[in-house]
C-alpha cells in the first residue's frame, strides 16, 4: 500500500486495519468442472484506514494483469439500466462541454463499448483504453474504436502519437482498479488538452460504511474513495476539483469533475463543499468512524445463515440472483454453500454453466426459476434490486419471495 500524496510508502503507524473479511478467492475467477477437483488458492483481505491522506484501501493481493484477461467475465452492456444511465451521461456531456465531430474523446476501461456507443451513434469522435481482449469484440461489433492495453504512461505515450489529445476522459469505476492512482492522473495529464475534464465515477465511502455495503469490497477493488481523498490526490498532482454529483448507482456513486489548474473554464459549483461537508460531519476523515463496521459485518453474516438455515430446516427452495465479483465476497465470508442456496442465476452467457468459487454453487440461466419455482430468490446484486423484482415478478405466481441480506434483512 502506499500513499499518492508521498513519494514513501505510507508508515504502518498511519494505516490502520478496520476490516478483515478472512481468506478469499479471486473474485473474477469462476469455476468449470473440471475445477471443481481443484483447491483453490485464498488470500487474506484486510482494509486499512489512512490517516495521512484518508484513503480506505488495501493491498494489492491480486495482479491487474492476471485480472483483465481475454475470457474477462464482466460485460457492461448486460445490465439495460447501467447502459441507460451511461447514455443520459453522454447527452449531458455533448450538450455542457459543447463536444462536437472535431471533438475527442478516450474512455478508461471502455469494456464492451456500453458507453462509447453513444458518442459513435453522435458522431463525435472517441477511443476506449481497454485490457480484456474478449469485450473488445463486442464494443467493435457497436463500432467502437478500442486499443487493447492498459492505461498507464507507457499506452498514453503510444496513444498521442496517433490520436489528438481529448476534450473529455471518461473513467467510469475503474479508479479502484489501479493500484498506482499516479500512473492514471500522470496518463491524463499527458492526454488532456489544456481546458478539458476528467469525468470520474466512484462508489461513495460514505455510502459503504452507512449502508454496510462490505460486499463491494474484493481482491481486485485496491481503493474505496471519499471527495476528500480524491481532491486531495487530485490537487496534488495538478488539477481542480470544480463539479461533483451524488448518483444512485452501485449503492451510491459520485461522479466527479476535474480540469487542470491551468484553464478558465468550468466554474467550480457549490455542490463541492456541500458534500465535503457531509463526510466531515461523518467523520470520514477519522478512524473512529470504521471502528465498527467489522461487527456489523458480522452481524449481517449471522442474520443472513440463521435465515437460509431456518428456511432450509421448512424444506423451503432456496436460489439467488447475480453472479457478480459482489456476490462472491458475500457468499465465501459468510461461508454460505450449494447446501443453502442451490444455484446463482445469471444472464451473462460466459458464467452459465459455471461454479461460484469456493462455495461451488452451480451457475444457470434465468430459465431455471419457472422448472424450479423456488420458494425464495436472494438478490446478491442489490444495487440492482428494483430491476431484479421487477424482471421476476412471476414468481409471485407460486408465492415465491424476494430477499435482500445487505445492508439489513429484507423479504419482499
Avoid at 493500484?179 to 481546458?195: H, V, Y
Avoid at 478558465?264 to 455542490?271: E, G, L, Q, R
Avoid at 473512529?288 to 421448512?314: A, P, T, Y
Wanted: hydrophobic share 40%; charged share 30%; net charge positive.
Amino acid at each position: 500500500m502506499h500513499c499518492p500524496l508521498n513519494k514513501k510508502n505510507c508508515k504502518k503507524i498511519n494505516q490502520k486495519m478496520f476490516l478483515n473479511l478472512g481468506r478469499l478467492p479471486r473474485v473474477d475467477v469462476l469455476l468449470s468442472k473440471k475445477d471443481l477437483k481443484k483447491k483453490e488458492p485464498l488470500k487474506p483481505l484486510k482494509v486499512f484506514f489512512c490517516k495521512k491522506c484518508f484513503l480506505v484501501q488495501h493491498p494489492a493481493y491480486t495482479d491487474p494483469k492476471d485480472i483483465f484477461v481475454k475470457d474477462y467475465i464482466y460485460y457492461s452492456s448486460t445490465v439495460s439500466s447501467w447502459v441507460q444511465h451511461c447514455k443520459k451521461f453522454v447527452n449531458q456531456s455533448i450538450k455542457r462541454f459543447s463536444l462536437t465531430k472535431e471533438s475527442f474523446v478516450i474512455e478508461v476501461a471502455s469494456n464492451d463499448g456500453y458507453l462509447l456507443q453513444h458518442f459513435v451513434k453522435r458522431e463525435i469522435p472517441c477511443l476506449g483504453v481497454e485490457p480484456s481482449s474478449g469485450v473488445i469484440k463486442e464494443a467493435k461489433k457497436k463500432g467502437v474504436e478500442s486499443i487493447n492495453d492498459f492505461y498507464n504512461l507507457k499506452s498514453s505515450k503510444k496513444i498521442i502519437k496517433s490520436y489528438p489529445k481529448a476534450d473529455l476522459i471518461i473513467a467510469n469505476n475503474v479508479l479502484a482498479h489501479m493500484p498506482n492512482l499516479k500512473e492514471f492522473i500522470n496518463s491524463s495529464l499527458l492526454l488532456l488538452k489544456d481546458d478539458g475534464v476528467i469525468a470520474i465515477e466512484v462508489p461513495h465511502l460514505l455510502n459503504l460504511i452507512k449502508e454496510k455495503q462490505f460486499d463491494t469490497i474484493y481482491d481486485e477493488h485496491y481503493f474505496y474513495f471519499s471527495l476528500t481523498s480524491l481532491k486531495n490526490i487530485f490537487d496534488y498532482y495538478g488539477f481542480i476539483l470544480f463539479d461533483v454529483k451524488e448518483l444512485k448507482t452501485h449503492g451510491g456513486s459520485l461522479r466527479i469533475f476535474f480540469k487542470k489548474k491551468l484553464s478558465n473554464k468550468n466554474k467550480i459549483t457549490k455542490k463541492i463543499n456541500l458534500i465535503l461537508n457531509k463526510e466531515k460531519n461523518n467523520r470520514l476523515n477519522h478512524f473512529f468512524r470504521f471502528s465498527n463496521f467489522e461487527k456489523e459485518i458480522r452481524l449481517i453474516k449471522k442474520d443472513s445463515v440463521n435465515f437460509l438455515l431456518d428456511q432450509k430446516n421448512k424444506r423451503k427452495k432456496i436460489v439467488a440472483f447475480g453472479a457478480a465479483h459482489k456476490a462472491s465476497t458475500f457468499l465465501n465470508y459468510c461461508k454460505i454453500n450449494k447446501s443453502l442456496i442451490s444455484h446463482v442465476i445469471d444472464e451473462t452467457k460466459i458464467k452459465i454453466g459455471k461454479y461460484m468459487p469456493v462455495s461451488r454453487i452451480p451457475i444457470v440461466n434465468e430459465k431455471f426459476i419457472r422448472k424450479f419455482k423456488p420458494d425464495f430468490v436472494v438478490i446478491l446484486i442489490w444495487n440492482l434490486k428494483k430491476e431484479v423484482i421487477k424482471k421476476l415478478k412471476y414468481i409471485k405466481k407460486w408465492n415465491g419471495k424476494f430477499v435482500v441480506f445487505i445492508p439489513n434483512l429484507k423479504i419482499y
